[in-house]
């Protein structure tokens, strides 16, 4: 009704205007003929004026009135003569505004929706989304998926395809979730259910959880899920039963067919566990190579002894370089001693507590290395909001080895993706205020030789880090 309200009063006041002309009073005036002569008569006054005033002599203005009445005469034969008249006509103005109205509102009833909601803003939203998720864009897919979750909350697909999108771009939580509901309405199909421990699993830093261990027994109570058996051997392993883990990953990968994806990973567990458990590595994998059969025996180049103390020395000096404590803990498994590797990473992690990039690595380090077995804290992904609300009550001293972490992290990040603007103005500036400028200068330089020939970039790091350091 609103819309035919607003169509209707938009055609009538178009009409009105329209019909205007015929709504004024009545009018006279005077045409054209009448109009040239009024000319010709004034031309004939200025010219009496200026003969009055001496300015022409009487022969003069008398050749020239001539000329003008010979010119009025003629103008007079050709141009019509009498008044134009305007009358006012109410009916013909309402006849015109009511046809504009009858046109409008057909045209309106023949070609409009007036039926279809009142949702631009939506609309062009939804088509954005389309558009992006056509080009590639994961986030434009998973909020469709979402929106169509919200729309049909009872469809399996399209929870199925959420909790795979949301796994692809790591959001171990969010997937988790989705798969959750996939799960109870497939009525605990054996595949998503399994998918939805592993989830768990990732989004607690790797460490199985107590529900996503049920949920594994529960697949393999009715199907030998590889998946499932993979964690329920991880599992056994963070709960210290380190034979039945390598017994069951041992038969886990004598079950799979050659070239299977876990397969490497399975491999790499074995070892690690061999090695812990100071056992035979070929007792469970028969066809180890050679770096296999020496990692599974802690070999360490000759040297390893020399190396880690040299490691210890300098990371007490500056514990911000994460790549020694990393070759520490590295250095330390190889030689058998994996309870001083995982304490190296735990170290390392406890000051780059606020370095997510950083704390990523350390967790790669402890999977390569099969630490995160012996690792019973939780997963460590940076500081929760908890830890951010306690950090003003920290001594200065911890406050600053937080800040130098986080300093060290976004170092350690730019070292592997360079190509950050933003990210080496603020290395430089924190280096600066925090007193280092030899890392400072450093820093700058490495982002000058980063952006050679790119005047524009040059340009910002020169106003936005060159500043702080008085450099041109």
Request: with cysteine; charged share 25%.
């Amino acid at each position: 009704m609103i819309v035919w309200a607003a169509a209707t009063l938009i055609a009538l006041l178009a009409g009105l205007w329209i019909a205007r002309p015929f709504l004024r009073r009545g009018t006279m005036e005077m045409d054209a003929a009448d109009s040239t002569i009024s000319i010709y008569r004034d031309q004939i006054a200025e010219i009496e004026r200026d003969r009055e005033a001496g300015l022409i002599s009487p022969a003069e203005c008398d050749a020239a009135r001539g000329e003008i009445e010979r010119r009025a005469l003629a103008a007079a034969r050709t141009l019509d003569q009498g008044f134009f008249m305007g009358h006012r006509s109410v009916p013909a103005a309402l006849g015109i505004s009511g046809l504009c109205l009858a046109a409008a509102l057909g045209t309106y009833a023949l070609l409009g929706t007036p039926q279809a909601p009142d949702q631009p803003l939506a609309a062009r939203r939804s088509e954005m989304l389309t558009q992006g998720a056509a080009s590639g864009n994961i986030a434009s897919s998973i909020q469709l998926l979402i929106d169509a979750s919200e729309a049909d909350p009872e469809d399996l697909e399209t929870w199925w395809l959420l909790a795979k999108s949301h796994a692809q771009v790591g959001d171990h939580t969010a997937a988790a979730e989705a798969y959750r509901r996939a799960a109870e309405l497939s009525q605990n199909d054996p595949e998503i259910l399994s998918a939805y421990g592993e989830e768990m699993t990732l989004a607690n830093g790797n460490k199985v959880p107590p529900a996503a261990r049920i949920v594994f027994e529960q697949v393999l109570a009715e199907h030998p899920d590889p998946r499932a058996r993979y964690y329920v051997a991880l599992a056994k392993a963070q709960s210290q039963d380190f034979e039945g883990a390598i017994h069951d990953w041992a038969a886990l990968l004598s079950d799979s067919p050659p070239g299977a994806g876990w397969e490497p990973m399975v491999r790499r567990d074995i070892v690690n566990m061999a090695r812990f458990l100071e056992v035979d590595l070929l007792g469970y994998l028969p066809d180890a190579t050679a770096e296999e059969i020496a990692a599974a025996g802690g070999s360490a180049p000759a040297d390893s002894g020399a190396r880690i103390a040299e490691l210890e020395t300098a990371l007490k000096a500056d514990p911000a370089d994460y790549k020694a404590w990393i070759e520490l803990a590295q250095l330390r498994a190889a030689v058998g001693n994996a309870e001083e590797a995982l304490a190296a990473l735990q170290a390392g992690r406890d000051h780059f507590r606020a370095a997510p990039f950083v704390l990523q690595k350390f967790d790669e380090t402890a999977r390569a290395l099969g630490l995160d077995m012996l690792d019973r804290g939780p997963g460590v992904s940076g500081p929760d909001a908890e830890q951010v609300a306690t950090i003003s009550a920290l001594s200065q001293q911890e406050q600053d080895e937080m800040i130098d972490g986080m300093v060290a992290g976004l170092a350690a990040k730019l070292e592997e993706n360079p190509e950050n603007l933003d990210g080496w103005v603020m290395l430089v500036r924190s280096y600066a205020n925090l007193g280092r400028m030899e890392k400072a200068r450093a820093a700058y330089e490495a982002a000058l030789a980063q952006y050679a020939g790119r005047e524009a970039a040059l340009a910002a790091l020169r106003d936005g880090a060159g500043a702080v350091l008085g450099a041109n």
